[in-house]
């Protein structure tokens, strides 16, 4: 069976490498606090705006500033920066916090969509770095859109274990 990184890679386009460059690159140094703040407000106010129902809606119960925060504060943290995002919030544990939303290839493709437009219109983002991001953001999308349909399977899939008074299902 494929792990979640190889159906990522198969359904993003991105080979793990190329995903993974953010790693060398230290992005937060290069860009700064502010960049990542002006990126995800930018992004996030294309969700709120989209014009397409189904996608705007499944971020009808998130306060706007507040997923600003949540997703500007774990850039910082993934590319390099201070861990401000698990200071406030723990673990990122990104397929956990996304098992609520539907997220499907389609809401995958919206997500990038708008993200590939808030790239292109934040100022101080130079085109190696916009290339490096979006890498990492297409093949991070598609490993959330497999682990979230993998846990939806778990939810289904009897668990041998089931039986025991600490359900060890719980923890996928
Ligand atoms: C694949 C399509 C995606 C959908 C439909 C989606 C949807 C959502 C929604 C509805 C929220 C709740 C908003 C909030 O309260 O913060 C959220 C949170 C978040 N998303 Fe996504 N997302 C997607 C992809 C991504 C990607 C690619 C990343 C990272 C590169 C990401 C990172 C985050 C983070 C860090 C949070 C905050 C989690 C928390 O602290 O609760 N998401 N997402």
Redesign the pocket.
Known sequence: MPSLQEKASEWSGVATTDAFAIDDADLFHNLGLQTFVNLSTNFYNRVYNDEEEWFRS??AK?EKQ??IQ??YE?LVQRLGGPPL?SHR?GH?A?IA??RP???THE??ER?LHHMGQALDTTSDIDDESKVKLMN??RH??YF??AGVEQKDQNLHTPCKDAALKQHPCKNF
């Open positions: 499944i971020f998130s507040n997923a949540n997703q774990f995002y919030r990122p990104l916090r996304h939303f539907p997220v809401a995958a997500w990492f953001f991070t999308a959330l859109v």
